[in-house]
DNA sequence: TTCACATCTGAGCGCTGTACAGATGCCATT
DNA sequence: AATGGCATCTGTACAGCGCTCAGATGTGAA
């Protein structure tokens, strides 16, 4: 896996061949297939991995934010989290479309929090959502998760760079894009 | 074209191979290469055809609807398009994150209404917003097109389906997401 | 000492994208 | 009518891929 890894960032996740990997490891081609029973299981772990740092990387933009901006803190560390790692995000939402759900079984990290999604939940009831209406409560999140995803599939393209130049850099475009949202107060700091 | 459309609905994104279309089409492995550069430029041009679909879908959703309700229109159109055309949609968004671009440039299927892109601008314009505050416009755009994307991946995710039975079924929740946006006026008629 | 088990190898199958030399048929020019 | 250029297609080939399987190796428990 930490192979998997190493081929990942060095050459993308088009590279991300099982053969490759092996190379990487040192080992035959055939080896992967006594751990993994194919292809997609070891992508499924890489993606695991992937959501776990990406519940820590949430856990530490909450911890050194203030209260009032926890969840634009959550919104920048998510879409950071996919600029800085965009072969792993990739590999997670490639993982999760194929089983077509997400994977809120990821507590590994750190249980306590439960998950990246269950965190975006409970800063929603923070800022003041009534945690009895449940319906609600989960709308609001998935509205959250949803433009969180959105925009960090967008913020990489060219078409706003320009928006990012006008608007003093990439943290104050994500910040204004965000605020357009609705959802998230604003202005926290770097990520 | 007309066979690789065939295979990618027949049988999903992942089976579209050169070979496979060429099958489709009753012609050589080496044919396609005579027309296409590599695998990639018969992805874009598939994934070009996409963009044209998905703009004639947005400029009818618009057309039998209220004008106070041509943002939500949009939205939901975009997202059902997504649904009904999945494997289309995933070709091209692979296209646009290997160009890191949106294809702005789309305008044969209906050039007086631009792209969908700026189909979403226009109706943002015809909703109150100021078209002379460049900036704030466009990033109202990007906010409702990150929060359309976004939905339209999520929404056959597994977790969601009980809050679709608990709203009176996938429109209802499309609807109620989208109002969770802030973004978008909401209550417009079927897809 | 023996046996079970986890791990790994090497060869091999059918698939893929891509390259290339040559065939075919059509269209414009002479 | 004959010629030549050009677009299109074929057949073959190569390396890389996911995956399978029979057998080798080593390690810990009985």
Redesign the pocket.
């Known amino acids: 896996m930490e192979a998997a890894r190493r081929v990942l960032e060095a050459e993308g996740p088009s590279?991300?061949?099982?053969?490759?990997?092996?190379?990487e490891?040192?080992?035959?081609?055939?080896?992967?297939?006594?751990?993994?029973?194919?292809?997609?299981?070891?992508l499924d772990a890489v993606a695991h991995e992937g959501w776990e740092m990406l519940q820590l990387a949430m856990i530490e933009a909450k911890a050194r934010t203030d209260r009032s901006q926890h969840l634009t803190a959550l919104g920048i560390a998510y879409v950071c989290f996919a600029r800085d790692y965009p072969a792993l995000y990739r590999v997670m939402y490639d993982a999760a479309r194929d089983k077509e759900a997400l994977p809120m079984d990821v507590e590994d990290a750190n249980p306590e929090n439960g998950n990246a999604y269950c965190m975006v939940r409970d800063t929603m009831i923070e800022h003041g959502a009534d945690p009895s209406a449940e319906t609600h409560l989960e709308l609001a999140t998935v509205a959250a998760w949803c433009g969180a995803h959105g925009l960090a599939e967008m913020a990489g393209f060219k078409q706003f760079q320009h928006l990012k130049d006008e608007l003093g850099g990439e943290r104050a475009f994500l910040d204004a894009v965000f605020r357009h949202m609705g959802l998230f107060p604003t202005q926290a700091h770097d990520c």
Chains 1, 2 share one sequence.
Do not use: C, N, T
């Open positions: 590279a991300l061949s099982l053969r490759a990997v092996a190379r490891a040192g080992v035959s081609p055939a080896a992967p297939y006594h751990h993994f029973k194919d292809k997609a299981e070891l």
